[in-house]
């Protein structure tokens, strides 16, 4: 019969605390997505503060500022989804489970979120957010230098070069491991 000698044991506790310290260093988000739920109550107030002012001035605005104002409204709901989405989908995959299941309101892509779904599901959200403000250029257009309007559709173009690369990217993953995971059974 073989003992581990002292030395062994004194090792294998040192890195079994390191790496429980390593594990629990993930609670260092908390504060990251508890300041993520106060700016979600910032955007809220902005929105109610936008309707207000839209309701407020309904007589006197153009039909143009009344679309432009519109716009502005989905453009914060577009950037309140994709505070909810890092909040709740980090949280989820990087610190700690909600344990929600069987919740009437819980959403149903919390099911199957990972770090690959949550990349995706914001890159679409940016180019989403993206898409409202190039509408609202192109309604504005007018009153816009041509230099910005061209710097703002380059950067949408990026954002769904961005997008398409991210979604290769994770595709052939997704299928380079299931490759290996079928030549395994």
Known sequence: MTSRSDTDLFT?????RLGQLIFASRWLQLPI????IVVQGVYAYKFIASLWHLLSELDVLTET???LSVL?????????NL?????VGGYETFVSRLRIDNHPDQ???LDHVNASVL??????AIISISSIHLL??????ARLDQHTIMWQLFIHLGFLVSAAAIAYTDKLLYSTLHAAHGAQH
């Open 65 to 67: 500022e009344i679309m």
């Open 136 to 141: 609202q250029t192109f309604i504005n257009a």
């Open 107 to 109: 959403p149903e892509w």
């Open 33 to 36: 997505y508890l300041g993520l």
């Open 72 to 80: 502005a409204l989905i453009d914060v709901v577009m950037i309140a």
């Open 119 to 124: 990349k995706v599901k914001l890159s679409m």
């Open 83 to 87: 505070l909810l989405m890092v909040t």
């Open 12 to 16: 294998e506790s040192r890195k079994s």
